[in-house]
């Protein structure tokens, strides 16, 4: 088995293009084991996950990691508890407001090879915001072939 790199992590490349990043925070996650084995493989999809509070909590809804081969089976897109400190819940509760979600940008490990998730405080784009990000993506490329 290879050591997986520092710099591992999978994005949500959608999330930049559909959202406005106010602020981000890390928080573990609680997973079954074969979901670490998974997410470890890179097969995890966070492309309509989103986050949501619950008694206090933070849970994440949404996220695909799909069952290992041979595994006792389980809900690949069951609801995942986030783990963060209590003083960063009630910021993030605290700056929670109309028009603004919470997402998942990516998932990384840390250097003690933790499975971490980049909690993202977002506010949705419009859809004239979208075309002024292409419009930028495109002037950039043009920009980098001359």
């Known amino acids: 088995m290879s050591k997986l790199t520092s710099n591992w992590a999978i994005r949500n490349r959608k999330a930049s293009f559909d959202y406005f990043f106010i602020r981000e925070y890390n928080a573990g996650m609680q997973l ?38 041979g595994a006792t089976g389980y809900d690949p897109i069951r609801v995942r508890k986030l783990l963060l400190k209590r003083s960063e819940l009630n910021k993030l509760k605290k700056e929670l407001e109309e028009g603004m979600t919470i997402i998942i940008n990516k998932i990384f490990m840390n250097e003690k090879s933790f499975i971490k998730a980049e909690v993202i405080l977002a506010k949705g784009k419009k859809n004239y915001d979208k075309r002024n990000s292409i419009k930028e993506k495109e002037i950039s490329k043009q920009l980098k072939q001359q």
Do not use: H
Not at 42 to 69: A, H, Q, R
């Open 32 to 69: 079954i084991g074969s979901e670490v084995k998974q997410i470890r493989a890179g097969k995890v999809s966070l492309t309509d996950s989103y986050c949501f509070f619950d008694n206090g909590e933070l849970f994440v809804k949404g996220m695909n990691i799909p069952p290992v081969e």
